[in-house]
């Protein structure tokens, strides 16, 4: 079976845009690309003796065929990617190498998430960072506690600050040099710490002309034969003359229990046979949310199709919006493990394509 890397990589413009790196009307010779990725193991990982792997990508999003090696009996390991372009900053990032099975059946990939590139700035955003914690399966658990613990990475597996006891909504002070998120690429992790939550992550990035308001999906501890699929996004913007296209997506999940019955779950149709759309807003505070769920009270004998689609509005351009890829995650969510179980990262080609529907994974019932 063929291994592939399953990357999307994108860099902000001297203007401030976030774009991908690769355009797909580029013509790219076979060969090497200006993307170079050098693996090498960690301390404990058992790899830190070998030698360090380099690879070049020729596509900003794509697959691509894999240098890094299957274990026995999908055992993770871990390594440490640092990934160059040009005259951008070096991204370093910590991937847990575990290989996934393609809907064909015909390949298996190890997804290297999305990543930024952006060269060294010191402009700032002018707002604080506003993150909205709120339940998203509808099940009646309060998600309005204190008992919170916040935590943000850089991504490299260290935690470089944390609040205890805090309530459903975190606003961290852009005057504060020690409580704001560090240029770039960030993740934030919301503890439960009475346990009423599994345990949330959501990346984002902090750079000039990028949101400050970052929605946190909460998913309530499952019962044995629930699941739980969590769409994330940041919405998307492209500009054309005095107007800006805005991008977000809808979550959907296909499936048919009958010869002769299809189940479409989505915002249209919120519950068919047992699956029902939860959530799909968190604030009312004048702007477009960012999360979508659904529950999965249990699992049929059925496969079930899991997608996203790509929804559009106008507006009128304040040149206060920049040119902004639409950044998708997909997550399930199980009985008895405290995160999310499966993480995919939308979409799995090319970051510049315009096809309405984004097909996230294939789930088997039975």
């Given at each position: 079976?063929?291994?592939?890397?399953?990357y999307r990589?994108?860099?902000?413009t001297d203007?401030?845009?976030?774009?991908?790196i690769?355009?797909k009307?580029?013509s790219i010779?076979?060969?090497?690309?200006?993307?170079l990725?050098?693996?090498?193991?960690?301390?404990g990982?058992?790899?830190?003796?070998?030698?360090?792997t380099?690879q070049?990508l020729t596509?900003?999003?794509?697959y691509?065929t894999s240098?890094?090696?299957e274990?026995?009996?999908d055992q993770l390991?871990?390594v440490r990617?640092e990934a160059k372009?040009k005259?951008?900053l070096p991204?370093?990032?910590?991937?847990q190498v575990?290989?996934y099975p393609?809907?064909?059946?015909?390949?298996?990939?190890?997804?290297l998430?999305?990543h930024?590139?952006?060269?060294?700035?010191?402009?700032?955003?002018q707002s604080p960072?506003?993150f909205t914690?709120?339940?998203v399966l509808?099940?009646?658990?309060?998600?309005?506690?204190d008992?919170?613990?916040?935590?943000l990475?850089n991504?490299?597996?260290?935690?470089?600050?944390?609040l205890?006891?805090?309530e459903?909504i975190?606003?961290?002070?852009?005057?504060?040099?020690?409580?704001t998120?560090?240029?770039?690429?960030n993740e934030?992790?919301?503890?439960?710490?009475?346990?009423?939550?599994?345990?949330?992550?959501?990346?984002?990035l902090t750079l000039?002309a990028?949101?400050?308001?970052v929605?946190?999906p909460?998913v309530?501890h499952?019962?044995?034969?629930?699941?739980a699929v969590?769409l994330?996004?940041?919405?998307g913007?492209?500009?054309q003359?005095?107007k800006?296209e805005?991008?977000?997506?809808?979550?959907?999940?296909?499936?048919?229990?009958?010869?002769d019955v299809?189940?479409?779950v989505d915002?249209?149709m919120?519950q068919?046979?047992?699956?029902?759309?939860?959530?799909?807003?968190?604030?009312?505070?004048?702007?477009?949310?960012?999360?979508?769920a659904?529950?999965?009270?249990?699992i049929?004998?059925?496969d079930y199709?899991i997608?996203?689609s790509?929804?559009?509005?106008?507006?009128?351009n304040?040149?206060t919006?920049?040119?902004r890829?639409?950044?998708?995650?997909?997550?399930?969510?199980?009985?008895?493990h405290d995160?999310?179980?499966?993480t995919v990262e939308l979409?799995?080609?090319?970051?510049?394509v315009?096809e309405?529907y984004w097909?996230?994974?294939?789930l088997?019932?039975?």
């Amino acid at each position: 079976m063929d291994h592939q890397l399953k990357y999307r990589f994108l860099h902000v413009t001297d203007t401030g845009d976030l774009v991908p790196i690769y355009s797909k009307a580029q013509s790219i010779n076979a060969g090497a690309g200006d993307v170079l990725l050098a693996f090498k193991g960690i301390q404990g990982s058992g790899f830190e003796q070998c030698e360090v792997t380099t690879q070049t990508l020729t596509r900003g999003s794509q697959y691509q065929t894999s240098f890094l090696p299957e274990m026995n009996k999908d055992q993770l390991y871990t390594v440490r990617v640092e990934a160059k372009y040009k005259d951008y900053l070096p991204i370093n990032f910590d991937l847990q190498v575990k290989y996934y099975p393609n809907l064909d059946g015909k390949m298996k990939f190890v997804d290297l998430g999305t990543h930024v590139f952006y060269k060294k700035v010191d402009a700032r955003p002018q707002s604080p960072y506003k993150f909205t914690l709120a339940n998203v399966l509808d099940d009646g658990v309060d998600d309005d506690n204190d008992d919170y613990v916040f935590e943000l990475n850089n991504g490299r597996g260290k935690d470089y600050y944390e609040l205890d006891g805090q309530e459903n909504i975190i606003e961290i002070p852009q005057k504060d040099s020690k409580s704001t998120p560090e240029v770039g690429e960030n993740e934030v992790t919301i503890q439960s710490a009475d346990k009423n939550f599994q345990d949330s992550t959501r990346e984002f990035l902090t750079l000039p002309a990028q949101v400050t308001n970052v929605d946190i999906p909460l998913v309530s501890h499952l019962k044995d034969g629930e699941l739980a699929v969590v769409l994330t996004w940041f919405e998307g913007s492209n500009i054309q003359g005095t107007k800006v296209e805005m991008q977000n997506l809808d979550l959907h999940v296909e499936f048919q229990p009958q010869d002769d019955v299809l189940c479409t779950v989505d915002h249209a149709m919120r519950q068919c046979n047992g699956v029902k759309l939860t959530a799909d807003s968190l604030s009312t505070d004048d702007r477009v949310t960012q999360v979508q769920a659904a529950k999965f009270d249990y699992i049929g004998d059925f496969d079930y199709l899991i997608y996203a689609s790509r929804n559009k509005y106008n507006m009128t351009n304040t040149n206060t919006v920049n040119t902004r890829q639409l950044i998708a995650t997909l997550r399930i969510y199980s009985p008895r493990h405290d995160e999310a179980i499966f993480t995919v990262e939308l979409p799995f080609y090319n970051g510049d394509v315009k096809e309405k529907y984004w097909i996230g994974f294939c789930l088997r019932g039975g």
